[in-house]
């Protein structure tokens, strides 16, 4: 769901190592701004492209309750066995097949002057050149009363788990401008999200934060600009500004999932065992998953969002032809086609989960109107256009049970990926 754009624009997008794919932002229609068309033919389980954030950041929450993750990429830092026992909370949880985790602790490096930790010297440096020499609080990190501690600590209080955007991703972009030569090329990539109209934003920043969002939004703008002010972003920091940056935050931020135990699973996945062997190696994973649950509950994975350009161009359908995933235990988003897409034709994916996207038209509506703020006029939806605008008492229930399960905040944004 993105700004309305007159402009044609051609991309052959890839990363080193991987397939290089034709695709085109073309302008749809007034209600659905811009999406993004195959101009070649491309097959069923191809990766149509694989997309670098401009930027990423963990949620605040999810850091808290140490979840280890890069503080640039996201790539998960915990050996899968140490993932595995934190989740559990069995500290003797051992795993089998060590070696195919794929955490290298050994290249592993922080900041050395704040402490936090990255996968490598090229997160390091890539963070140090983009933004973190504006956000590094130095000997400061733990310290309450340092600008940045403060608006973290008054984003936790104010969006509680589950998380669906974060406060520092709204940092950073301050920050790559403020230390970018070339700042008016960082504000022209920004400007190319999704732009909403103010009593349309205004509702994004109410699913966010919930019936006191106006007092609330205050707070955060003014340890915002105490922490960050930037005059070359000035509008940013004004309070129609602020709504507009975080309702563009929420709409187009899309979940970042990573974890090295389920890296760890797929590779027991891939191993030639025998028939004897691979069922008992199955049966301790399906336990492995079941304690988990018990300890954990669903929150298996270092979660954050991230802003990228192509994906927010991909507009929503119920029956889509694409889906994101982040295989690489990173941030690296890919693309993949679910079926054969044509040349021109638009490639969709979907912003509801699997079991939203079974339940009626209506209930889907719902959901998209309230977190999306639109009408889907997918195929499927208008193939199911005579049905009766009621939900099943089934669904009736599910969704019960979900709000009372759930704070108000929850739900907006893109569905966490598992990688």
């Not at 997160?123 to 973290?152: F, I, M, W």
């Not at 008992?280 to 994973?285: E, H």
């Not at 044509?342 to 979907?350: A, F, Y």
């Amino acid at each position: 769901m993105a700004a309305s754009m007159c402009d044609v624009f051609s991309f052959c997008v890839g990363v080193a190592g991987h397939a290089r794919v034709s695709v085109e932002v073309r302008f749809v229609s007034s209600a659905k701004g811009k999406g993004l068309f195959a101009t070649q033919l491309i097959r069923k389980g191809e990766t149509i492209f694989v997309e670098r954030p401009l930027v990423a950041a963990q949620f605040l929450w999810n850091a808290l309750y140490r979840y280890r993750a890069c503080d640039h990429c996201l790539r998960a830092l915990e050996k899968a066995e140490e993932n595995a026992q934190r989740l559990t909370g069995k500290p003797g949880q051992v795993l089998p097949h060590p070696e195919l985790c794929t955490v290298r602790k050994d290249l592993h490096q922080n900041c050395p002057h704040c402490q936090v930790m990255y996968c490598s010297a090229e997160c390091r440096l890539a963070a140090t050149e983009q933004y973190h020499q504006v956000l590094c609080p130095g000997p400061s990190q733990d310290d309450p009363l340092h600008p940045l501690n403060k608006l973290q600590e008054a984003w936790r209080s104010v969006h509680y788990p589950p998380e669906t955007a974060s406060i520092m991703l709204m940092a950073r972009m301050v920050a790559t401008v403020k230390q970018a030569k070339d700042k008016d090329r960082w504000i022209r990539l920004f400007s190319q999200f999704c732009n909403k109209t103010a009593n349309e934003e205004e509702e994004i920043v109410h699913k966010l934060l919930g019936d006191k969002f106006k007092g609330q939004l205050e707070l955060l703008r003014r340890l915002f600009t105490e922490a960050l002010y930037e005059e070359e972003v000035s509008q940013w920091f004004t309070p129609d500004g602020f709504r507009s940056l975080f309702a563009l935050v929420g709409t187009n931020g899309q979940g970042i999932g990573t974890s090295s135990l389920s890296q760890w699973v797929h590779a027991c996945d891939a191993l030639e065992l025998k028939p004897q062997d691979r069922e008992q190696l199955d049966a301790f994973i399906d336990q492995l998953y079941k304690d988990i649950e018990a300890a954990t509950g669903e929150f298996l994975n270092c979660e954050g969002s991230g802003l990228f350009v192509l994906q927010s161009c991909c507009n929503h359908s119920c029956v889509p032809n694409a889906e994101t995933s982040f295989p690489e235990n990173n941030f690296l988003l890919h693309v993949t086609a679910l079926e054969d897409i044509k040349p021109g034709e638009e490639i969709c994916i979907s912003y509801l989960d699997c079991c939203q996207r079974e339940r009626s038209r209506h209930s889907r509506h719902k959901i998209l109107r309230e977190n999306y703020l639109f009408v889907c006029s997918c195929p499927k939806c208008l193939a199911e256009a005579d049905e009766p605008n009621v939900t099943s008492e089934e669904e009736e229930e599910e969704e019960e049970e979900e709000e009372e399960g759930e704070p108000e905040d929850a739900e907006l944004g893109d569905e966490m990926t598992d990688v």
